[in-house]
């Protein structure tokens, strides 16, 4: 039997019959979902940003208290100020 006489592979979709091309295998529903089970996680409702402790990007850029306290210092030390007493 010579490929001209086979008949082609056929399946059934949403749009109606259709004919495959020698040598595609038709779509199963295992494939379909095994397609659906790899592809990412998607939400289900709209998410809301996580602004609180680690991930606040505000609070980062706020000034550190120790930080501070160290830039204080540095300054104090470069330009001491005078003492009410003249010293």
């Given at each position: ?68 306290l160290r830039r204080l ?15």
């Open positions: 039997m010579s490929a001209h006489d086979e008949k082609p592979e056929t399946e059934e979709t949403g749009a109606g019959m259709q004919t495959l091309m020698r040598g595609v295998a038709p779509i199963t529903s295992r494939d379909r979902l095994s397609v659906l089970a790899a592809a990412p996680l998607a939400p289900r409702a709209t998410q809301k940003s996580c602004d609180m402790g680690l991930f606040d990007l505000e609070s980062r850029r706020q000034i550190d208290l120790v930080d501070e210092t540095r300054e104090a030390a470069r330009n001491p100020e005078p003492s009410a007493t003249g010293e």
